[in-house]
């Protein structure tokens, strides 16, 4: 580490720690840190830093281990030496969906933190709720259905918030908190996001919700960025006070709370900006900074990260979010769940469990399989939504066949994800123009190749890690510089010293043509396996 020039520091709260990286002035990564809650935090009890209900669907975090880890992360990178006073500027992650429940009076007692006690001794009894839902809750069924009935239907829901209802989404959880226990909603004074919450430890104050976490909540406006009245107020009654403002997601939202500069030595002129979600800042660490740029990681599910400018907001595929490094941009995130172990089951079916016996299957066959189409369900998909699982296998005329040849069912599944990839990707608005593949998959040139040829677009490879943190650690700086110019910086111009991302396939036309014409084959055959 040089021995001066400004710091940036994200933190990222996840389901199962918490977790710190620094980066330099020059976006070198100069300290990492992380704290483990179920090792390092016992006394909480978690199991993957979460409590799961009895009913098999509720799932919550104890809200107070999260102001633990802060003092323990911050405490062991102190010890270390790390040199807190050159840190300009925190942002972070969280996340998404989760939330906490802050106790009437609760700015007061976050503004009078006293340095010489720890955060969780002088937070107790911060909490309304003590016990913060998070993503992993699936219990809000009834809320869901009850939104999208009182905003006119799914797809209305979609339309209007980037999303149809789902459990995990924050207004859902808000609304079964309101049924289910109206004296901890009533006594609360502000619902904060994981993200926020985490932030406003540091600022001493609840800090605003940023518009990308936002989008996560149902109750968002996705094209205006704010509240819409229709989907807070069919939440809980009184919830507009609760929820405060929604700012864009590089905005300097508050300074470092005098207890740590006292405590960890930080500096009085350290800046927070706003915190994010955990997928926004990972769009940000992976630069996919402007429309069309996608990543693609795959992994035991296949997920894809999109920024994009016009958004199609669907009810049976991806969630649109606002961009957080592009106040007038969107993100979108879609997740395949049958990725690397339904491709595994393939290999060992067809390439004798070799890697190498199923690229030289790949490169065997022709691009577009000779018109053979496949549809490997291993487990219940969740774009498209399809809970029955199986193999549906069809020939060049469109007949239903009980088996291909080895080679052919190699290809077929290769094919068949990316073309669902594509098929459902154009459905919400994406059009990717470049894509960054990461994931275990993403080494194998042959598995490339295929999805460089589906998407017409160069592919680029990516092994970056701790995703979240880093990406924070991006928007902390691009907040702070935003803020010293007193103007809106685009995102790529902050991050020019990055190193480039290396090409690793350039589409052929040829077969990028042979994608183009098949793909209202298998979306019309995809329509017939979800209808039977
Ligand atoms: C996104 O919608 C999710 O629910 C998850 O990716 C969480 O953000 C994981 F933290």
Redesign the pocket.
Known sequence: MSPSGPLFLGIDS??QSLSAVAIDDSLNIVAVESINFDTELPSFQTEGGVHRGDDGLTVTSPTTMWVAALDLLLSRLHESGFPFDRVCAISGSG???GSVYLRAGARGVLGKLNSDKPLRVQLAGLFAVEDSPV?MDSSTSAQCAAREAALGGAQATAELTGSRAYE?FTGNQIAKIYQSNPDGYHATERIQLVSSFVGSLLAGDPIPIDAADGS?MNMMSIREKTWSPAAVECTAPGLRDKLGPIVASHTVVGAIHPYYTTRYGLNPACKIVAFS???PCSLAALRLQAAGDIAISLGTSDTIFASLAEPAPSASEG?IFANPVDPDGYMA?ICWKNGSLTREEIRDSAAGGSWDEFSAALDATPAGNSGQIGFYFKDPEITPPILQTGTFRFDANGNAVAEFAPQTDVRAIVEGQFLSMRLHCGNIGIRPLSILATGGASANAAIIRTMSNVFGAPVYSAEVTDTASLGAAYRARHGWICKQQGRFIPFAETMAAAPPFEQIATPDADAHAVYSAILPRYAELEKRVIEA
């Open positions: 996840s389901t996340q998404q969906h993503w995990r996560g979600g955990d997928n969630n995130l």
